[in-house]
């Protein structure tokens, strides 16, 4: 009876012992922000400089990076929630970005934005107001 017990013991001591878990992957040094803010917009980083890329059919002013995380550059304009004309520029990275919209009464407005559609971006400043972008 006792060695039926010690036997047990070793299985189920053996079966919940866990196995050690592989290393994380490396992370990979990377100059590419989490998130884009809008003052990523003003200098190119000489990180950035070794892949800047400018191509004329298309729509983006430039961009920086390598496939899968490429960051574009954009000229917009648009309107915000009460009609007034905005225009700007901005980085994109993915669906989501960062940027400066100018207003002739407001001034500078740093907004976040998101595409919604082909050429199209919703953008929402700090004080929540919402704008409709396209690019140029």
């Given at each position: 009876?006792?060695?039926?017990?010690?036997?047990?013991?070793?299985?189920?001591?053996?079966?919940?012992?866990?196995?050690?878990?592989?290393?994380?992957?490396?992370?990979?040094?990377?100059?590419?922000?989490?998130?884009?803010?809008?003052?990523?917009?003003?200098?190119i980083?000489?990180?950035?400089?070794?892949?800047?890329?400018?191509?004329?059919?298309?729509?983006?002013?430039?961009?920086?990076?390598?496939?899968?995380?490429?960051?574009?550059?954009?000229?917009v304009?648009?309107?915000?929630?009460?009609?007034?004309?905005?225009?700007?520029n901005?980085?994109?990275?993915?669906?989501?970005?960062?940027?400066?919209?100018?207003?002739?009464?407001?001034?500078?407005?740093?907004?976040?934005?998101?595409?919604?559609?082909?050429?199209?971006?919703?953008?929402?400043?700090?004080?929540?107001?919402?704008?409709?972008?396209?690019?140029?």
């Amino acid at each position: 009876m006792l060695k039926n017990y010690l036997i047990l013991f070793i299985v189920l001591a053996t079966l919940s012992c866990k196995k050690a878990s592989a290393p994380p992957p490396p992370q990979i040094n990377s100059f590419y922000k989490k998130v884009i803010t809008a003052d990523d917009r003003k200098t190119i980083t000489p990180e950035e400089a070794k892949t800047y890329h400018v191509d004329k059919t298309y729509q983006y002013e430039y961009r920086t990076g390598y496939s899968q995380h490429y960051e574009y550059n954009y000229d917009v304009k648009g309107i915000n929630a009460k009609g007034d004309s905005v225009f700007g520029n901005i980085n994109v990275e993915g669906k989501y970005g960062a940027g400066i919209l100018i207003n002739d009464s407001l001034g500078e407005i740093e907004i976040n934005t998101e595409w919604i559609a082909y050429g199209k971006l919703k953008a929402i400043d700090k004080k929540r107001n919402e704008y409709h972008l396209i690019v140029k």
